[in-house]
Structures are given as structure tokens and as C-alpha cells.
């Protein structure tokens, strides 16, 4: 049996243009089928008029605009973009080990924000919508901190951690929003713009 949303979207092709398997997965537990595009390569940077939870939504709209293909009248492509951001500082991904570990000892005891924006794209209309959580800390220890960069390797995750892994069921004791918006996808959000889009 299809989901209002299945039903909604027959004949349309969605194409998620995101190399992430935790954006793959949520897409897919939506009961969707889709396909996976690609990005060219681009500067991500962004004008520093953006308030931190503008910037999400300003690069998911710019990776629409960089997709690696053609889209037809009856495709819909979704590209998305996370940030972190904690005292103002916008927290990307870790270059190196001791650029994850600087990272966490700021996040450590704190309450930082997650936004995640996304881009909906057909070649009729654009659509861009963004959520933002609250995500609170424990005092990490050296010992946690260098034990889950050791072992994890969060080098591919905006502000070096995922919720979903060791730190996250450790060391969070208090999030204020969606769990889906820290893990990428705001999949809330994106089911209500695909029934409405």
C-alpha cells in the first residue's frame, strides 16, 4: 500500500543530490524511492550578511544550482546542507584530528545550535526551508573526546560528531528540536514541502 505521500508524488522522479548514508536512509524511511545525483564541485562560501541560520538554506540552494545533470518537467531534486554554530563561531567539518578535537572541548557543557536547510527543485519552482535544534552537552573528558575521534572519525560531520554515534548517546543529555535536523535531514519538514510542492 503507497503513503499519501507515494500517491501524491506518482510520476514524479525524485533525485536526492547527497553523497550522505544517514540522508539516504531518512529519505528512504520515508517510504520514497529515489535516485542519487551528484554536485559539481563549487565554492561554498556565502555572503557574511547571513545570519548563522540563513547560511544552511543559502548553500542547499546553491548546490541545486551546481547539480550535475538535467533536471525534467516531472523530477524534483532535493539538495541539503547542515551547519553548527556556538557563540557565534560557525563550526564546519574537521580538517584534521586536532581540528575534531578542538571542536568537541567547545561544544563541551554547552548548548550549540544545528540548522539544517533544505532545497526543493523542479524546473517550475524553487523551494527552500530550513529547521533549527538545540543541542546540549556534557563536560566531555579528554579521555571521551579522544576516544570517539579515535574510533569514529567524525572528519565528514559538521561540528566533529554525530548525534547518532557513541557521543551523542553518552554525552547528550538535552536536545530542543528535531533529532533528524542534527542527523541532516529535517524529514518533518520535508515531507510537509513534498506534499504541499
Known sequence: MQSP???????????????SPRRQQLLGELGLEFIIGQIKDYDETYPHTLQYDEIPAYIAEQKSKHFNGTLEPSDILITSDTIVAIDGDILGKPHNREDALKMLKELSGKTHHVVTGLCLRSTAKTVTISD????????????????????????????GYAIQEWIGLSNIPKINGSVYTVIGLPVQKLYKALMKF
Open 5 to 19: 505521500l507515494s500517491k501524491r508524488l506518482e510520476g514524479r522522479r525524485l533525485i536526492l543530490a547527497s553523497g
Open 132 to 159: 533549527t535544534c538545540e543541542v546540549t552537552f556534557d563536560i566531555l573528558s579528554d579521555e571521551d573526546i579522544e576516544y570517539y575521534v579515535d574510533e569514529f572519525k567524525p572528519y565528514d560531520k559538521a561540528g
